[in-house]
Nanobody, 115 residues
Framework: QVQVVESGGGLVQPGGSLRLSCAASGFTFSSYPMSWYRQAPGKQRELVAFITSGGSTNYADSVKGRFTISRDNAKSTVYLQMNSLKPEDTAVYYC?????????WGQGTQVTVSS
C-alpha cells in the first residue's frame, strides 16, 4: 500500500535550520512530482516547494533563498532543507505526491520556530 512518511520536524530557534525528510513507498516515486506544503494554525494549507520528476524546482516567494527541496529517487525520499528559519515558518509540514488522479499525503511533521 502507499505510504508517505514525514520526519525531521522539531523546535528550533529563529535563524536556525532543519531538514525534513519524506519517505515514500507503494508507488513509482521517480515518476511523481513531489511537493511540500505547510499549514499554520488558523490558516489554509499552502504550497512551500515543488520538485518535478526531472528535478526542476519551484518555491513560494516567502521561502525563496532559504529553503531547498531535493529528491533521491534511489531512496524514494524527498527532502526540504530549511535555513534562516523565522517564527512565521511555524506550521505542520506535509509531503505530497500527485500525478493524474493519484494524490498521496503524509501525516505531517510539526515545525516550531521560537526562542
Amino acid at each position: 500500500q502507499v505510504q508517505v512518511v514525514e520526519s525531521g520536524g522539531g523546535l528550533v530557534q529563529p535563524g536556525g535550520s532543519l531538514r525534513l525528510s519524506c519517505a515514500a513507498s507503494g508507488f513509482t516515486f521517480s515518476s511523481y512530482p513531489m511537493s511540500w506544503y505547510r499549514q499554520a494554525p488558523g490558516k489554509q494549507r499552502e504550497l512551500v516547494a515543488f520538485i518535478t520528476s526531472g528535478g526542476s524546482t519551484n518555491y513560494a516567494d516567502s521561502v525563496k533563498g532559504r529553503f531547498t527541496i531535493s529528491r533521491d529517487n534511489a531512496k524514494s525520499t524527498v527532502y526540504l532543507q530549511m535555513n534562516s528559519l523565522k517564527p512565521e515558518d511555524t506550521a505542520v509540514y506535509y509531503c505530497n505526491a500527485r500525478r493524474a488522479s493519484n494524490d498521496y499525503w503524509g501525516q505531517g511533521t510539526q515545525v516550531t520556530v521560537s526562542s
